[in-house]
């Protein structure tokens, strides 16, 4: 929990990143919209250079007890989307868990599951009535239980988005999965991570270790190859599993002397954040390569 906190205060207090100087720079907007006859809120990124082309969407959520604006800190994704064209949304979610005043994300089965699911949808119609997203080029990222809400959409809608890159995840209720497809991911996750151990905890079926569930993404993306191993940095080992349904690759960062944090950010402590990788600009790339079959 003192992690937790920590967490908390050290993105509240450390300033945006900013673009460089001369670089156009658009504001994000502060938004809401009824699902399930609750108000839902969101912050919203629209790059300048939008205009009105088929254009991408990220989902990107926060973690337990941290919100859009933390999230937006955090990841350094609006100044990405400014400098290569996707709009980027940032949900929040809703003090949802029993006792607890803290906004998060509830993954598992039930109303409350159902709820922030739906949710998703309905943002996206939002968002589709408004802009042309490219309904083959919408994705979905997080941190934690954001990147666990991240790994559930992979699971629940499919048919809607095209790939995920959760980070350091959670995973909860990660065997009741059953996509209508294939579905890319890519994935972080610290070896030093003391909120969501890499090796797991018991019991293996709520949070199981990392290569245990990238593994089971494999076998559901009928992965015929790996995982091939590379080490592009010291730090840094790379589980790859290829030839698989649909171009459905899987991928793990395994980050060595890294925390529960997103790699490459700007704003998180640096004895907890590897420099190695850059997850913004990997998760992009990634984005790039696996647009919806």
């Known amino acids: 929990m003192a992690l937790l906190l920590l967490l908390s205060f050290t993105l509240a207090c450390r300033r945006p990143v900013e673009p460089p100087p001369g670089?156009?720079?658009?504001?994000?907007?502060?938004?809401?919209?009824?699902s399930g006859g609750v108000a839902r809120h969101f912050l919203l990124h629209v790059p300048p250079s939008y205009d009105g082309m088929p254009i991408p969407l990220v989902l990107n959520f926060h973690g337990y007890g941290s919100n859009s604006r933390q999230q937006e800190n955090l990841s350094g994704m609006s100044q990405k989307a400014d400098e290569v064209g996707f709009i980027v949304v940032y949900p929040d979610g809703l003090a949802s868990y029993p006792q607890s005043v803290k906004q998060a994300w509830y993954t598992g089965p039930g109303g409350q599951g159902d709820a922030d699911r739906q949710f998703m949808?309905?943002?996206?119609?939002?968002?589709?009535?408004?802009?042309?997203?490219?309904?083959?080029?919408?994705?979905?990222?997080?941190i934690s239980n954001g990147g666990e809400m991240t790994d559930?959409?992979?699971?629940?809608?499919?048919?809607?988005?095209?790939?995920?890159?959760?980070?350091?995840?959670?995973?909860?209720?990660?065997?009741?999965?059953?996509?209508?497809r294939p579905v890319p991911v890519l994935a972080f996750h610290g070896l030093d991570d003391a909120i969501i151990p890499y090796t797991g905890n018991e019991p293996h079926a709520m949070t199981p270790s990392i290569e245990t569930w990238a593994?089971?993404?494999?076998v559901r993306n009928e992965c015929r190859s790996g995982p091939e191993i590379s080490t592009?940095?010291?730090?840094?080992?790379?589980?790859t599993w290829t030839d698989c349904g649909q171009n459905a690759d899987v991928i793990l960062y395994?980050?060595?002397g890294h925390g529960h944090s997103w790699p490459?950010?700007?704003?998180m402590p640096p004895r907890i954040t590897s420099q190695a990788v850059n997850a913004t600009d990997l998760m992009?790339?990634?984005f790039t390569q696996h647009p919806m079959p």
């Open 23 to 34: 670089e156009e720079k658009s504001v994000p907007t502060e938004d809401q919209i009824l």
């Open 215 to 218: 593994a089971a993404w494999a």
């Open 254 to 256: 395994t980050l060595e």
């Open 232 to 239: 592009p940095a010291d730090t840094v080992t790379v589980r």
């Open 284 to 286: 992009w790339d990634f």
């Open 152 to 180: 559930r959409l992979a699971c629940d809608l499919s048919d809607v988005i095209a790939a995920v890159a959760p980070d350091a995840g959670a995973y909860n209720f990660w065997e009741n999965c059953g996509p209508s």
């Open 121 to 142: 949808r309905d943002l996206i119609d939002h968002l589709e009535d408004r802009y042309t997203i490219d309904p083959k080029r919408i994705y979905a990222t997080g």
């Open 264 to 267: 490459g950010s700007a704003v």
